[in-house]
């Protein structure tokens, strides 16, 4: 008996926390994918059935496609930007003091709205400019149009990112470089080893695998991107030149009332991020046993 | 020569790590520089407060004391959605946590579990934001601190799950044995044994879940309109509707990041582990 009740306790503790989240992530999503098959709007009580009508259209929608570029494009910069960056970081930073590791962690750690903010500032175009333009100045490069160019502001964006989130991969790299027993390198020093051929020899090897687990992680990451543009730049401005996917979903939905074609954007955008989770996931597995 | 060498790769090490510490920290102590500026110098170059531009504490008195009554009501909607969602999340990943430690789920697996909360995190968050919108307005919890605290908790808890499994792991599962054989029920030992031994991880994962709360946009923009505004809303609303305060930016951007930078400090050693589920532990 006693074998019993402990069994059902287990299950329920579980169940509690599955059941909330069903709740609130599960049954919403499957809501959303019925409702991308209807003309739902905002603020229509009727809802009726209209096909592939909404995913039809998404073929001739050139925001549709100008947002996946731009999405792909910041993903494709700023994560190799970060993975390299903070890959050179904690070579330099190991065994490295306490005091600058907690400053090159503190991007992680504001809030991304406050990361645009700072970015309007720093980038500050008008005159005398920001800090950015104003060292630019006076060094005689000049004024750089950082968020009024739509061909300077994805880049913008991108530095953003960069900024947040290279302490990230910093600090796993990190982890993963202190975890190489010190016996290998050692032994490589006796043999006469410079440090690049250590690194390229012994340590990069060692931890290709958690360089590739920061990466899925911040290619799923980055491809949800939505508050820097969002804020830094207007909306995703200018223009529609930072209107990432979750940007574009969200103006269809939320200033174009249209719910039914945001909500199709939305699910073939849960396809896209769906197919690099499976192998994400799929690494990520043999952590947890 | 090694030591010549040597000594000219340190200095470059060192002229490096000087570098990039001066690119993590500049943003933040530019703001600290504009916020203690009149507003007509925030837009010059001087950084030497005294020296080169009349420091103030003018922008830090408006915003914390002639305006404070209604900057308080976004800095508690913050507060109360963080506390909330951080005590839900770290109860309910604790419970399911410590089950999918200790017991094994041998229908389902419990490795399939795990992998299904993991799997949460990879949800892109406009895809709920569209129908949790509609469903939030026909329960009538759009705009209220409760509809918030029910949203960010269940999008925390797989996180908490996962984190907390990994402290209940480390545990020795003796101790919990001989309660057993002295007839305790399983909640009884949870509460009696086991989680005074996981106080620091959940003290931590409440902490993170806090601090994703706290620094939250996305749901918060599509759900709150007036009543239940968290601060970064508030933070991004200083440009839209008053064009660019930089001294005023600054120091709701200060007050904003001070929360989140200090409980991120705290918390150092759970952040990547918070922040990849468990899966990488540094």
């Known amino acids: 008996m006693a074998i019993t009740a402990k069994y059902k306790i287990y299950h329920l503790l579980v169940l509690i926390a599955v059941i909330y989240i069903l709740l609130f992530s599960i049954f919403p999503i499957a809501y959303m994918v019925y409702g991308s098959f209807t003309n739902w709007r905002l603020g229509v009580p009727e809802m009726s059935f209209v096909g592939l009508q909404h995913y039809v259209s998404l073929f001739e929608d050139y925001r549709f496609y100008n947002s996946l570029q731009v999405t792909f494009y910041i993903t494709v910069i700023a994560v190799s930007c970060e993975v390299i960056l903070g890959l050179f970081l904690a070579e330099l930073m190991r065994g490295g003091s306490r005091f600058f590791r907690t400053i090159f962690l503190m991007p992680l750690f504001c809030a991304p709205v406050a990361v645009a903010l700072m970015g309007e500032v720093i980038f500050y175009e008008g005159y005398p400019g920001g800090p950015v333009n104003g060292i630019l100045n006076m060094i005689g490069i000049g004024n750089i149009p950082w968020r009024s160019s739509p061909l300077v502001a994805p880049f913008t964006v991108t530095l953003c990112d960069i900024w947040m989130w290279t302490p990230f991969c910093f600090l796993i790299t990190l982890a993963a470089l202190e975890a190489i027993p010190k016996e290998l390198t050692e032994a490589a020093v006796v043999d006469g080893a410079s440090s690049f051929q250590i690194f390229r020899k012994i340590n990069l090897p060692l931890i290709t695998g958690p360089l590739i687990t920061i990466s899925m992680f911040r290619i799923i990451d980055t491809l949800k991107i939505f508050d820097i543009p969002f804020v830094l730049v207007g909306g995703g401005g200018p223009g529609i030149a930072t209107e990432t996917l979750s940007i574009y979903a969200y103006k269809e939905a939320f200033r174009g009332f249209n719910m039914g074609a945001a909500s199709a954007i939305s699910v073939v955008f849960l396809m896209i991020v769906s197919i690099v989770s499976a192998i994400a996931i799929k690494r990520l597995r043999g952590y947890y046993a | ?282």
């Open chain 2, 1 to 282: 020569m090694p030591d010549f060498l040597k000594l000219v790769k340190s200095i470059l090490k060192y002229l490096f790590i000087i570098f990039f510490a001066v690119f993590f920290f500049f943003p933040l102590f530019w703001m600290m520089i504009v916020s203690i500026k009149f507003s007509i110098d925030s837009f010059t170059m001087s950084v030497i407060p005294f020296l080169q531009f009349n420091p103030t504490l003018e922008n830090w008195e408006w915003e914390l004391i002639t305006t404070s009554a209604q900057n308080i009501k976004f800095l508690l909607n913050s507060t109360t959605i963080g506390l909330g969602s951080g005590a839900i999340a770290t109860l309910l990943g604790g419970f399911a946590g410590y089950a999918l430690a200790r017991y094994e789920f041998k229908r389902v697996g419990n490795l399939n579990i795990l992998t299904w909360f993991l799997s949460l995190r990879f949800l892109p968050p406009i895809a709920l934001a569209i129908p949790i919108f509609v469903m939030m307005q026909s329960i009538g919890l759009l705009d209220n601190v409760i509809g918030m605290v029910l949203i960010y908790s269940s999008a925390f808890t797989p996180y908490s799950v996962l984190v907390m499994r990994d402290a209940f792991r480390s545990l020795p599962p003796e101790m919990e044995e001989s309660a057993f054989i002295d007839g305790a029920s399983v909640l009884k030992t949870l509460r009696v044994i086991v989680l005074p031994l996981v106080v620091p991880a959940l003290a931590a994962i409440f902490m993170l879940t806090f601090t994703f709360s706290w620094n939250e946009f996305l749901f918060a923009l599509v759900l709150t309109i007036e009543k239940a505004v968290t601060v970064p809303i508030r933070l991004a609303g200083t440009v839209t509707t008053v064009g660019v305060l930089f001294y005023q930016l600054s120091v709701r951007q200060l007050i904003a990041s001070v929360v989140p930078i200090t409980l991120g400090i705290l918390v150092q050693k759970y952040i990547v582990s918070g922040l990849t589920m468990g899966a990488i532990k540094a």
